[in-house]
């Protein structure tokens, strides 16, 4: 397994928290509606009363809302700024069942079976797969489960997009492949791969327009048919939602 250059990383995210970097990626994820939805109903339907450690939270992506639905939410990253600007955002809202912390999502330093949901967006991509699943089976519940949104590595207009802004991410970043969801299967015993965004890319230049909506949902409704008619095509999706239950330990395997 490839070491991670973690430095490397915390200071492209702490660029990225301070500056807003990656601005010029917002008019992909404006058409990114339907997987963030998928993702959302399933995290915050039933999250009362749950453990929960959110994955890669930058300056708290969906913590505060998990916090807000009574759930006990703990949350990690590798950048000092994004943690520190949660921080003062969770202190702002009087928030007192949520806590932040700086780090390494491959060497978690929590107690086995602390969680009983672990959730992430565009994380899982920046680490190495065997590393962060090791670890995320470690602590959750044996009845626990994890859900997370995450870039494929397959589709041609986005990977020349990728080409041509290498300053938008870093060397350690891996798009999915199909190898990658076939070892996370190794970890859980029952998953489930969502796929999002093909013919719906190319809303895009529409996506400042009154028309940017109704063209979104009938590309989305494209997407839904081809994956089902043409099962093959999932792979050229941009995003996955990656539903996980039933963790195995790998000393269990």
């Given at each position: ?28 994820y404006a058409v990114a509606k339907s997987g963030k939805e998928y993702y959302e109903k399933f995290l915050l339907s ?96 044996p009845e626990g489960k994890a859900i997370f949104l995450e870039p494929m590595g397959y589709n041609p207009a986005i ?75 999932r792979w050229m999706a941009w995003q996955v939602v990656i539903t996980l239950n039933k963790p195995r330990k790998p000393?269990?395997?």
């Amino acid at each position: 397994m490839t070491k991670i250059n973690l430095g490397q990383e915390a200071r492209f995210h702490d660029w990225v928290f301070q500056s807003g970097g990656r601005k010029p990626v917002s008019k992909f994820y404006a058409v990114a509606k339907s997987g963030k939805e998928y993702y959302e109903k399933f995290l915050l339907s039933n999250c009362r009363g749950k453990a929960i450690l959110e994955y890669g939270c930058g300056m708290g992506s969906y913590a505060f809302a998990l916090a807000k639905r009574g759930a006990r939410v703990t949350a990690i990253d590798i950048s000092e700024v994004g943690i520190e600007l949660a921080k003062a955002r969770a202190h702002k809202e009087e928030l007192e069942n949520i806590s932040f912390c700086v780090m390494d999502g491959e060497a978690m330093q929590f107690a086995d079976s602390s969680f009983d949901v672990a959730c992430g967006k565009g994380i899982l991509h920046h680490l190495r797969i065997e590393k962060a699943l090791g670890e995320l089976t470690r602590v959750l519940k044996p009845e626990g489960k994890a859900i997370f949104l995450e870039p494929m590595g397959y589709n041609p207009a986005i990977n020349t997009f990728r080409k041509l802004t290498p300053r938008l991410r870093t060397e350690n970043e891996h798009p999915l492949t199909r190898k990658d969801l076939e070892l996370i299967e190794k970890y859980f015993g029952q998953t489930n791969h969502s796929f999002f965004n093909l013919s719906s890319l190319l809303a895009v230049p529409f996506r400042n327009t009154r028309k940017f909506s109704s063209i979104l949902e009938a590309l989305d409704s494209i997407d839904r048919s081809l994956f089902k008619w043409a099962p093959f095509l999932r792979w050229m999706a941009w995003q996955v939602v990656i539903t996980l239950n039933k963790p195995r330990k790998p000393a269990t395997w």
